[in-house]
């Protein structure tokens, strides 16, 4: 699956592929797992289904962060 962060104008900040889950964690945040990483999303306004395969995660860009985790494996 591709998922693009995206702000209210529909222009892309960020854009992924290989995701394989995208959750919603709270009322205004979203994890994302693609291969080994964990990404959080904050500030989501909505998600919308694009054309395909492709989800659109609307932020507010004044406010909104991008986190990285890695998935450690034991």
Same mark, same amino acid.
């Given at each position: 699956?591709?998922?693009?962060?995206?702000?209210?104008? =529909?222009?892309?900040?960020? !854009?992924?592929?290989?995701?394989?889950? +995208?959750?919603? /964690?709270?009322?205004? =945040?979203?994890?994302?797992? !693609?291969?080994?990483?964990?990404?959080? +999303?904050?500030? /989501?306004?909505?998600?919308?289904?694009?054309?395909?395969?492709?989800?659109?995660?609307?932020?507010?860009?004044?406010?909104?962060?991008?986190?990285?985790?890695?998935?450690?494996?034991?």
């Amino acid at each position: 699956m591709i998922v693009h962060v995206v702000n209210v104008k =529909k222009n892309i900040l960020s !854009a992924m592929s290989g995701v394989t889950a +995208v959750m919603m /964690l709270q009322k205004d =945040k979203a994890q994302i797992i !693609a291969g080994r990483n964990i990404y959080i +999303v904050s500030d /989501l306004l909505r998600i919308e289904k694009s054309d395909g395969d492709i989800l659109n995660l609307i932020v507010d860009t004044v406010t909104f962060r991008f986190k990285m985790q890695r998935i450690e494996q034991f």
